[in-house]
């Protein structure tokens, strides 16, 4: 889809004798070189890459920043209090059935779990679900009010340490919040069993309804989100990383609503 990018007057370069910020760079999903800058938002500047039309954050957040803003405060949640979390259970529930055969007395995870809700839902189907999320005050609340399923507070790469492994990876609005698209993929490739499956749901950058003028997208939203993938782009990434192209559901609005399956060793 072409997009309709806003001008940009470089605030230095050769006549200030200082290097420009905007200079280009390496696309962290394709590795060409020659990402170049797109716009600014929020006080962030964004680089798409002409070979593979990623479009990210350039330079991301540090990780101190990223802890600081999910850690303690992310939407206002504790060990009693989740935003809208009666409505969050009930659409739960509602979700999981479409993935029951993925979960039936299988072993789950929920990557970015949040309050808990989705892998509560897997757990009442007969999965043996487990959560996990850095959100310190979500996960107090998951563990305070879904004692039955297994929750982790942790960074992926201290988590894919532990040698779990799952059947079915469940992780929905994620993978635009991660600094780069290869940790995250390095995680699921390490906990993923051959032939197990991956859901993913993010924003698509390539749908229709996405706006022509982007910098007006809502997803669009530094330090929050971070990354923007297209179909063509996130199956790139998923096959590097030892994934095929299993489901894709259609979707009205502009997300991704993906399912890879992990190749058998």
């Not at 420009?20 to 797109?38: D, I, M, N, V, Y």
């Not at 680089?47 to 990780?63: G, I, K, S, T």
């Not at 940790?183 to 197990?196: K, S």
């Amino acid at each position: 889809m072409t997009t309709h990018l806003p001008p940009h007057t470089p605030s230095a370069g050769p006549e200030s004798g200082l290097a420009s910020p905007h200079t280009p760079t390496e696309c962290p999903l394709c590795r060409a070189q020659g990402a170049a800058f797109a716009f600014s938002k929020n006080g962030y500047d964004l680089f798409r890459c002409p070979d593979c039309d990623f479009l990210f954050v350039h330079p991301y957040p540090d990780v101190a920043t990223l802890r600081a803003f999910y850690e303690t405060t992310y939407r206002g949640a504790s060990a009693d209090f989740y935003p809208k979390a009666f409505s969050r259970r009930w659409r739960a529930g509602w979700r999981s059935l479409q993935f029951l055969p993925y979960v039936w007395r299988k072993d789950v995870l929920d990557f970015g779990c949040g309050g808990g809700f989705m892998a509560e839902a897997f757990s009442r189907l007969g999965a043996r679900a487990a959560g996990l999320d850095i959100s310190q005050n979500s996960i107090a609340y998951a563990k305070r009010h879904f004692p039955q399923t297994s929750f982790y507070c942790e960074e992926s790469t201290t988590f894919r340490q532990r040698g779990l492994t799952f059947d079915f990876i469940f992780s929905s609005e994620v993978l635009e919040h991660v600094a780069g698209p290869n940790e995250f993929m390095q995680t699921l490739a390490a906990i993923t069993r051959p032939n197990g499956f991956v859901y993913i749901s993010a924003p698509d950058i390539g749908h229709p309804a996405v706006p022509q003028d982007l910098p007006s997208w809502t997803d669009i939203c530094p330090p929050e989100h971070l990354q923007f993938f297209n179909h063509r782009n996130l199956c790139l990434i998923f096959e590097r990383y030892g994934f095929t192209l299993h489901k894709t559901m259609k979707n009205l609005t502009p997300a991704h609503s993906v399912i890879f399956r992990r190749k058998s060793a």
